[in-house]
């Protein structure tokens, strides 16, 4: 329950949000640079897809290591990195391949994702904390997570990326000859 809670925190988070920025932002923003690129209206089905997903990762990259560490401020940083990996990714693409498209859309649409994305981690977070279980209220739940009893405080064993992994790719990352690779 607790992780349909946090998937629904994020997920409404993230829709309202961006509904917000795009009512004012499309015509201010997006259609002077896209121009008749941009539809009238949207594709939906599309459109529900991603906003489907999205949180998912958000909750795998973001919101759950942020749980196991019990910060707040993790939440909100991992999920900024992300979404300025994911919409670096759109923006610098479309920029690379598409005529019209300009630096100026690439870093307003980049810092908006990275802000987006954060926020809605921030916020699945505290919710997620706040949410009591079946193991008793969050007070209860904190105290047994910091006891390390991750059994009795509820939590999914779901595993995302951890500190060794992380480690493992920057010592790859830190080879001195980079003309070696």
């Given at each position: 329950?607790?992780?349909?809670?946090?998937?629904?925190?994020v997920?409404?988070?993230f829709?309202?949000?961006?509904?917000?920025?795009?009512?004012?932002?499309?015509?201010?923003?997006?259609?002077?640079?896209?121009?008749?690129?941009l539809?009238?209206?949207?594709n939906?089905?599309?459109?529900?897809?991603?906003?489907?997903?999205?949180?998912l990762?958000?909750?795998?990259?973001?919101?759950?290591?942020?749980q196991?560490?019990?910060?707040?401020?993790?939440?909100?940083?991992?999920?900024?990195?992300?979404?300025?990996?994911?919409?670096?990714?759109?923006d610098?693409?479309?920029?690379?391949?598409?005529?019209?498209?300009?630096?100026?859309?690439?870093?307003?649409?980049v810092?908006?994702g990275?802000?987006?994305?954060?926020?809605?981690?921030?916020?699945?977070?505290?919710?997620?904390q706040?949410?009591?279980?079946?193991?008793?209220?969050p007070?209860?739940?904190?105290?047994?997570?910091?006891?390390g009893?991750?059994?009795?405080?509820?939590?999914?064993?779901?595993r995302?990326?951890?500190?060794?992994?992380v480690?493992?790719?920057?010592?790859?990352?830190?080879?001195?000859?980079?003309?070696?690779?």
């Amino acid at each position: 329950m607790n992780l349909l809670f946090t998937y629904l925190a994020v997920a409404v988070t993230f829709v309202a949000i961006d509904m917000i920025w795009l009512g004012i932002m499309v015509e201010r923003l997006y259609r002077p640079v896209m121009g008749d690129m941009l539809r009238a209206e949207p594709n939906l089905p599309a459109a529900a897809v991603f906003y489907l997903l999205y949180p998912l990762g958000l909750i795998w990259f973001a919101v759950l290591p942020a749980q196991n560490d019990g910060s707040a401020l993790r939440a909100f940083t991992s999920g900024v990195l992300l979404g300025c990996f994911t919409y670096a990714t759109y923006d610098l693409t479309n920029q690379a391949t598409l005529r019209n498209w300009s630096i100026g859309l690439t870093l307003a649409d980049v810092c908006w994702g990275s802000l987006l994305a954060g926020v809605s981690s921030w916020i699945g977070f505290l919710m997620a904390q706040s949410w009591p279980t079946e193991h008793g209220p969050p007070a209860a739940r904190k105290a047994e997570l910091i006891s390390g009893n991750r059994a009795q405080a509820g939590q999914v064993e779901l595993r995302p990326p951890s500190r060794s992994n992380v480690s493992l790719v920057s010592a790859i990352l830190s080879v001195k000859d980079m003309n070696a690779i």
